[in-house]
Nanobody, 116 residues
Framework: QVQLVESGGGLVQAGGSLRLSCAAS????????MGWFRRPPGKEREFVAV????????DYADSVKGRFTISRDNAKNTVYLQMNNLVPDDTAVYYC?????????WGQGTQVTVSS
């Protein structure tokens, strides 16, 4: 079982930056691929970024490439999402995800609001 707690969301003006954190419980964090997803208002949840268990592989949605960076610190059981040059379309609830084989866990989400 893995429990995930996101933090770092808030209100920011367009062009600003935020750093989201996701703290995970459990001793097996380093074996999980970790991802960030988001649900914009009135829309379905969508993929944002993913990082492999070792940190050696990363992938991003086209809409955030070059602006967002995912990273992890396995010693701290934490995954991060650095978000730069934010735009109003980035407004959403952001969710942390941990996945390994058939195991799939979600955090409760953190709200990010970007004003124009």
């Amino acid at each position: 079982q893995v429990q995930l707690v996101e933090s770092g969301g808030g209100l920011v003006q367009a062009g600003g930056s935020l750093r989201l954190s996701c703290a995970a419980s459990g001793r097996t964090f380093s074996s999980y691929n970790m991802g960030w997803f988001r649900r914009p208002p009135g829309k379905e949840r969508e993929f944002v970024a993913v990082i492999s268990w070792s940190g050696g592989s990363r992938d991003y949605a086209d809409s955030v490439k070059g602006r967002f960076t995912i990273s992890r610190d396995n010693a701290k059981n934490t995954v991060y999402l650095q978000m730069n040059n934010l735009v109003p379309d980035d407004t959403a609830v952001y969710y942390c995800n941990a996945r390994r084989l058939i195991n799939n866990y979600w955090g409760q989400g953190t709200q990010v609001t970007v004003s124009s």
